[in-house]
């Protein structure tokens, strides 16, 4: 596997490359490869990239012949099973203390921002994929995402909707094991392959840990829930 | 000399074909260097490497990878077959249309006959 941020161009010119070109669904060998060589030109030449090959993302742009991978792994097809499970854990927690108390879910307002956040940052990937493919608008978009959340949940608790306990639980779980679902099928693990490096195989754990992180995620924290008093 | 971005854009994909052909395999600085030596000026890694992936993907050059020996590992290219028939074929019209062109901005006679004036028909 190859670090972007490993090579001996300059930190910021190769993030922005990799990542454009993987924005372009270009394969992690093709990434890989693209940047040993520039790595190399400049080198050889004396260059720095920005002289050599231009601006990152520009030069990314102009390299169209790259083999890329199937049209599933776009950035909205990758975030959206992440979305699904963060919703249904969203739905999840609230459900279970609903449950262990014995009354209907009462869904915080915090909850219900998360939601719409999840909503409007897959829809904005949806509608501007490329706007928020440099390193610094998808940084900002993903901090003001969870920053968003993490608020509205910590400080939106009173409840605004009240939801039946079993219905909810099902929706809960439908998404939170959907998403694990759809995760593994899309999930094709194509990391940045060094040209000159061993090819890297992560391991069928390591997968299964990754598309199922939000599942286990939320059953961990049912368990640590089960410590708090029943409210 | 550094030649117009426009002219060099049409000779540019044969020119790296002849460097690879005239050498058994070259990497990437290599052929920009080579292509600067025979007079075609300073080709950037921003306008080279583009092309060479455009050559690979046509199955017009092979690659392998090799590792430097104290430098940086290089990528380098070979002409396949039908790299060296796109090549024979290309600069056989290049230089067809190359001599056409040059023949007819040398010619200062016979020139191009003027067109017939347009016919005008009176408004009404």
């Not at chain 1, 030449?45 to 599933?72: C, I, K």
């Amino acid at each position: 596997m190859l670090d972007p941020t490993k090579t001996t161009l300059p930190k910021q010119w190769a993030s922005e490359f990799a990542m454009a070109l993987r924005s372009r669904d270009v394969t992690g060998a093709a990434i890989g490869d693209a940047l040993r060589e520039a790595e190399a030109y400049c080198a050889d030449s004396g260059q720095a990239p920005l002289e050599a090959f231009g601006p990152a993302a520009a030069y990314a742009d102009s390299l169209t012949d790259l083999p890329t991978a199937a049209a599933h792994t776009s950035w909205a097809a990758r975030i959206a099973p992440s979305a699904l499970g963060l919703a249904g854990l969203t739905l999840a927690l609230p459900t279970f203390d609903a449950w262990r108390a014995g009354r209907s879910v009462q869904l915080p307002l915090g909850g219900l921002v998360t939601l719409l956040v999840i909503a409007a940052t897959v829809t904005v990937f949806l509608v501007w994929p490329r706007t928020f493919r440099r390193a610094v608008p998808f940084l900002i978009l993903v901090s003001l995402g969870m920053w968003g959340s993490v608020s509205a949940t910590a400080l939106l608790q009173q409840p605004v909707a009240t939801l039946p306990t079993v219905p909810s639980a099902l929706v809960a779980a439908g998404a939170l094991i959907g998403s694990g679902i759809w995760q593994m099928r899309t999930l094709d693990m194509d990391v940045i392959v060094d040209p000159l490096g061993p090819t890297p195989r992560p391991g069928r754990g390591f997968l299964l840990l990754t598309a199922w992180l939000l599942p286990i995620g939320t059953l961990v924290a049912m368990g640590i829930a089960m410590f708090a008093p029943v409210r | 000399m550094n030649w117009p971005g426009d002219w060099l854009r049409g000779v540019l994909e044969m020119a790296v074909l002849r460097v690879l052909a005239n050498e058994p395999s070259s990497y990437g600085y290599a052929i920009s260097v080579a292509l600067d030596r025979n007079g075609l000026g300073t080709v950037k890694g921003g306008t080279l490497y583009p092309l060479l992936a455009r050559l690979e993907q046509a199955a017009h050059v092979e690659t392998r990878w090799e590792a430097g020996d104290g430098g940086p590992g290089r990528k380098y290219y070979t002409i396949t077959d039908s790299g060296r028939s796109h090549l024979e074929s290309a600069a056989a019209s290049w230089c067809a249309f190359a001599e056409t062109t040059a023949s007819f901005l040398r010619a200062e006679a016979p020139g191009i006959p003027a067109p017939s004036p347009a016919t005008t028909v009176p408004a009404g």
